[in-house]
């Protein structure tokens, strides 16, 4: 397990390092020169070398990149060049709300996805199975953008239930913005929901054709308790890691589903430092979401592992 | 056992594989039990006729702007209705179709060819060149693709062209580790061992050989990361970083009607609604597809 540990860990760790090559590489060829942009197309050309030294801009570049990696890595990101504030505040504080609203889709496509999945495998090839598959199985690829515009047409627009913005304050803490957090949070659960469904049916179909299965029905326990002891305990083992997975997956939904209900995450704050061209924004925000991205993959592989030892030898 | 009935057994054996149903029968077996399949397969090539030829028999010019008809709901001179600009909203669904099939369609195309092809000589040769490339890959797998899709986009600018190199480059690491593995298979099995002592060229071996027995897979791989990017292209063009306006492009009519939808609904809609068919129908289809190649499981 340790091996196993230290292995993907190491992977983690490539991971990171590419991609931040790959982001500092792709970042600084982007057309048009950040001096220039900055203070505008009337400047001097002494204004814009004082700037370009200000910004380390005429150091070699693999010296940029090191000292650019170093910094990122002690949580010095610099100031944003867009609204002058310090990055790592500004991405910290999004960061906290889109973890407020990954923890709301979670609450909601977890515990339905396992419900409706062992519902599906009792009900095996019955129309309720077959309605839940199919359903889920066509809303697995659809995009975020389409299901959230449905629901905010419906139920924010038709019906005034829920807010169709979720531009929260600040400082409001977690239970006054709930209201808000809905809608986007049934628009990223939904596709991962699919997948819950379809990894648990799937592996509940399997443990309910295992031989220790019916001799426990068989020997007249009750259905309640093979279903606890017996069928779920190795039925979920896939649908943990799934679970672990589908977090990851959520970063990506979190940047369509953000900037569709204009709601402060860091997703939302990546498309605002894209549209503006705001270089360090747009580095540490993108750093920050393959950090979590890998680290989220590390857990899951982990959890699989330390659930399923065959894994492990691979 | 004597030599007599060893003779005929084998002729039973022989008799017995002369009579088994070819691929193609068994295939068409199997597709026969998938319903859904079947539908969401004839709405798919449905979408794609209308890419095709659709464009030429619109009934308006998708740019064309008509003031005095502005946001005019659904009649019979105007199926889904106009717009802001009083354009006419099915004629741009039908022509934004076709940006949608081309950018997705090449990006996936792209993505194939040369990541089966890199997949092909990777797995074939394997070594060193072969380790890092796949090391390489499962790092690019490890960013989420919509990220890498913006910073990429970012560099190089929100072009027809640079969209399909996206689509390209962020499905290029799959198809490529599809086919190395199915490739990795395959050629330690005896067709290709004795094509290799027979003295045939590597050319021979790969085309003949090989690639043959990788088709299905990579045909629902294909079909199934065509879904993926059909999702990607949309995805970006409602982002406003894809398709730049008055492209009729679909994400990016979504994204248009949303501040009107409260006065003119079908502007969201349609659009909404075609995108979405378009979706489950292809996601039907490529799991008619996998049921029809894996009946078990339905693994690749």
Known sequence: MLRFTLRRLGFVLLTFLIASLLIFSLTEILPGDVATMVLGRFATPSA????????????????????????FIIGKWGDSISTQAEVFGLVMHRLKNS????????????????????????????????????????????????????????????????????????????????????????????????????????????????????????????????????????????????????????????????????????????????SHRDLPLIQATSMLIVLIFSVSNFFADIIYAYLDPRIRYK | MNGSSDEKSKNEEIQNLQNQPGKLTIYWKRLKRQPFAIGGGVIFLFFLLMAIIGPLVVPYNYQAQDIANRLKPPSPAHFYGTDQYGRDVFSRIIVGSRGIFLLGGSGTLLAVVIGATLGLLSGYYGGLSDEVLMRLFDVL???????????????????????????????????????????????????????R??????????????????????????????????????????????????SPDWGLQINEARGWFSIAPWLLIFPAGTISLLIIAANLMTDGLRHVFYPIGGEI
């Open chain 2, 141 to 195: 797998l490890s960013i989420p693709p919509i990220l890498l899709a913006l910073v990429l986009l970012v560099t190089i600018g929100p072009s027809k062209p640079g969209l399909i190199l996206v689509v390209a480059l962020l499905y290029l690491p799959i198809e490529a580790r599809v086919m190395r593995s199915m490739v990795l298979s395959l050629k330690t099995k005896e067709f290709v061992e004795a094509a």
């Open chain 1, 48 to 71: 814009l070398q004082n700037l370009r030294a200000k910004l380390g801009l005429d150091r070699p570049v693999y010296i940029q990149y090191i000292s650019w990696l170093t910094n």
């Open chain 1, 99 to 274: 973890g407020m609203l990954a923890l709301v889709g979670c609450l909601i496509y977890i515990p339905t996805g396992i419900f409706l999945g062992i519902v599906a495998a009792f009900r095996k090839n019955k129309w309720l199975d077959q309605t839940i598959s199919m359903t889920s199985l066509a809303f697995i690829g659809l995009p975020e953008f389409v299901t959230g515009v449905i629901l905010i047409a419906i139920f924010a627009i038709k019906l005034r239930i829920f807010p169709a913005s979720s531009a929260i304050d600040p400082d409001a803490r977690f239970i006054e913005i709930l209201p808000q957090l809905v809608l986007p949070g049934i628009t990223i659960a939904l596709t991962n929901l699919a997948y819950v469904i379809r990894m648990t049916r799937s592996s509940t179909v399997e443990v309910l054709q295992t031989e220790y299965v019916r001799s426990a029905y068989l020997k007249g326990l009750r259905p309640g308790y093979v279903l606890r002891k017996h069928v779920l305990r190795n039925a979920l083992l896939p649908t943990v890691t799934i679970i672990a997975i589908s977090i990851a997956y959520l970063i990506g939904g979190l940047i369509i589903t953000e900037s569709l209900f204009s709601y402060p995450g860091v997703g939302r704050l990546l498309l605002f430092a894209i």
């Open chain 2, 197 to 246: 002592i027979r003295g045939e060229k590597k050319l021979y071996i790969w085309f003949r050989e090989i690639l043959p027995n990788t088709l299905g897979s990579m045909l629902v791989e294909g079909s199934m990361r065509f879904s993926y990017a059909i999702f990607l292209v949309a995805s970006l063009g409602f982002l406003g970083l894809g398709v730049q306006p008055p």
